[in-house]
């Protein structure tokens, strides 16, 4: 999203279980477009062998971890830990944006109850997320367009494909978002600014253009070919529907 906003102080809740750390220092660059992540709290039980690459994690991006001992087989005491800590934390005064890092839908609830309370949630998880996680938080990244290099075998990592001009207006879903935020805050002449779009498109889906390739949503917009743009003196970019 491309417009001015207050800082904010984010918490990061981490779900180690169910979530690869080889994407936490992208989760981390993609928030600090947005504030400071002044809390870093990763849920899991440390005794566990498959935890090894999330503890080579922890020191290096400043992350705290919280113990959780599986008393019983399954995943519902680290569901259970990150819940209480993400209330303890919405109580405090402390943040005011949370951030999930899970492919568990189970929290899905939780993101609703963040979400009552007036503050945003930044989702990122595998693309194997349930998508009624993903479409609770806003703006929803998947973790794989966040790696920049495969540690199993330390070979280059092949970005995010790019999604073609074809290809995004092929997508329903995505040139109905795009259309219908213009259209929401577009001024009497038809424009739209640009900042606008961005802040009416995060504030009602989890849509994030990094998951087409792009790094911003005006790159994503321009190569869409749906808009006509201009930039206005001292105001920014502006775009307006380019169909008849």
Same mark, same amino acid.
């Not at 417009?3 to 660059?29: F, P, Y």
């Given at each position: 999203?491309?417009?001015?906003?207050?800082?904010?102080?984010?918490?990061?809740?981490?779900?180690?279980?169910?979530?690869?750390?080889?994407?936490?220092?992208?989760?981390?660059?993609? =928030?600090?477009?947005y504030?400071?992540v002044?809390?870093?709290?990763?849920? $899991?039980?440390? @005794?566990? !062998? *498959?935890?090894?690459?999330?503890?080579?994690?922890?020191?290096?991006?400043?992350?705290?971890?919280?113990?959780?001992?599986?008393?019983?087989?399954?995943?519902?005491?680290?569901?259970?830990?990150?819940?209480?800590?993400?209330?303890?934390?919405?109580?405090?005064?402390?943040?005011?944006?949370?951030?999930?890092?899970?492919?568990?839908?189970?929290?899905?609830?939780?993101? =609703?109850r963040?979400?009552?309370?007036?503050?945003?949630?930044?989702?990122? $998880?595998?693309? @194997?997320? !349930? *998508?009624?996680?993903?479409?609770?938080?806003?703006?929803?990244?998947?973790?794989?367009?966040?790696?920049?290099?495969?540690?199993?075998?330390?070979?280059?990592?092949?970005?995010?494909?790019?999604?073609?001009?074809?290809?995004?207006r092929?997508?329903?879903?995505?040139?109905?978002?795009?259309?219908?935020?213009?259209?929401?805050?577009?001024?009497?002449?038809?424009?739209?600014?640009?900042?606008?779009?961005?802040?009416y498109i995060?504030?009602?889906?989890?849509?994030?253009?990094?998951?087409?390739?792009?790094?911003?949503?005006?790159?994503?917009?321009?190569?869409?070919?749906?808009?006509?743009?201009?930039?206005?003196?001292?105001?920014?970019?502006?775009?307006?529907?380019?169909?008849?």
């Amino acid at each position: 999203m491309e417009t001015a906003h207050k800082a904010l102080k984010i918490a990061l809740l981490i779900d180690c279980d169910n979530v690869s750390h080889n994407a936490v220092e992208g989760v981390l660059e993609e =928030l600090a477009k947005y504030g400071t992540v002044n809390v870093r709290h990763a849920h $899991g039980d440390w @005794k566990s !062998p *498959s935890l090894v690459g999330w503890i080579e994690r922890l020191h290096p991006n400043a992350i705290r971890p919280v113990q959780q001992f599986a008393y019983t087989k399954g995943k519902n005491a680290t569901d259970s830990s990150m819940i209480i800590d993400a209330m303890d934390l919405l109580y405090s005064g402390n943040v005011n944006a949370f951030a999930l890092m899970t492919s568990d839908s189970d929290f899905t609830p939780l993101v =609703l109850r963040i979400l009552e309370s007036g503050m945003p949630v930044f989702g990122f $998880g595998e693309r @194997k997320t !349930p *998508s009624a996680f993903v479409d609770a938080c806003s703006p929803f990244i998947f973790t794989e367009n966040l790696i920049e290099e495969d540690e199993a075998d330390d070979k280059p990592k092949q970005p995010a494909r790019r999604k073609t001009r074809n290809e995004l207006r092929g997508d329903t879903q995505l040139v109905r978002l795009l259309r219908t935020a213009v259209e929401q805050t577009s001024e009497d002449d038809g424009w739209a600014n640009l900042g606008r779009v961005g802040s009416y498109i995060s504030n009602n889906s989890s849509f994030s253009s990094i998951n087409y390739g792009y790094k911003k949503i005006s790159d994503l917009i321009k190569a869409s070919d749906l808009f006509e743009i201009k930039a206005r003196a001292g105001m920014g970019m502006y775009i307006k529907d380019s169909k008849p």
